[in-house]
């Protein structure tokens, strides 16, 4: 596990399905916002029934060493931020950077479909991916993919839905307009809708022009990459300066 900073918030930064460890982020966090941050590489060979239960130790590290505890997770990681918001009162507040509203299918080419995640050894409801489907596009875009699926499998939708509404802490999310990815914004929309209804205040930061890779302030810009993630890199990082006052706001509460 990488961990910098000896700050009094706690922050897990969890990156997307790229599995990498976002030391450059957490050098960022800790560098300009004070925090500690600890990133680690969260899945292994597939993102396939990752246990919730095996992100305990870094939340306890953390917890253990902090005074507040955040969980920044962006995409797939966005997925698990919430997920751990939910199921972990000790966790004051969550980022997630163009998230999910649901729990998805694993990232596996093995069938029959499973899910990304599981709970005391059960596997959580998930929304499956139509293998029929087929992307468009040089790089390939899969946002259509992810609309698709949604209305494909509705009836599947109620049970995958991450449980917002449990999240006790702060909420912060930013989406972009132009993800390319899948549709960040709409499911952005979709936890605030929940939460409103639950009582509960949720922070969203976006722009239409930006993408599926948000820059914070400090960051170096992605390599490009092989899928599609729509935005501009001037976009990109217009959304990272507009997310990094709430950023800042819950780790300095």
Request: glycine content about 10%; some cysteine.
């Amino acid at each position: 596990m990488f961990v910098i900073g000896d700050g009094p918030t706690g922050v897990l930064v969890l990156s997307g399905s790229s599995g990498r460890v976002e030391e450059d982020r957490c050098r960022v966090l800790a560098a300009a916002a004070g925090a500690t941050a600890a990133s680690y590489a969260w899945f292994g060979e597939r993102l396939d029934r990752v246990p919730l239960e095996s992100f305990d130790d870094a939340l306890s590290l953390l917890h253990g060493r902090c005074d507040r505890l955040v969980v920044l997770g962006t995409s797939r990681g966005a997925e698990a931020a919430l997920l751990l918001g939910a199921l972990h009162p000790e966790v004051d507040a969550v980022v997630a950077i163009s998230p999910s509203d649901v729990v998805w299918a694993a990232l596996s080419t093995e069938r029959p479909q499973r899910s990304s995640w599981t709970r005391g050894g059960e596997p959580l409801p998930f929304v499956p991916y139509d293998d029929s489907w087929a992307p468009v596009g040089d790089p390939p875009e899969y946002v259509g993919l992810y609309e698709h699926c949604l209305e494909a499998y509705a009836d599947r939708v109620p049970a995958a839905r991450i449980p917002v509404e449990r999240i006790g802490g702060s909420v912060v999310l930013a989406a972009g307009g132009d993800d390319r990815l899948w549709p960040s914004l709409d499911f952005a929309e979709e936890i605030v809708r929940r939460r409103t209804h639950a009582g509960l205040e949720t922070t969203v930061v976006s722009h239409l022009e930006a993408g599926h890779r948000v820059v914070l302030p400090g960051e170096t810009p992605p390599a490009p990459s092989h899928l599609a993630h729509g935005g501009t890199p001037a976009a990109d990082a217009e959304l990272g300066r507009r997310l990094w006052p709430e950023v800042l706001r819950v780790l300095m509460a």
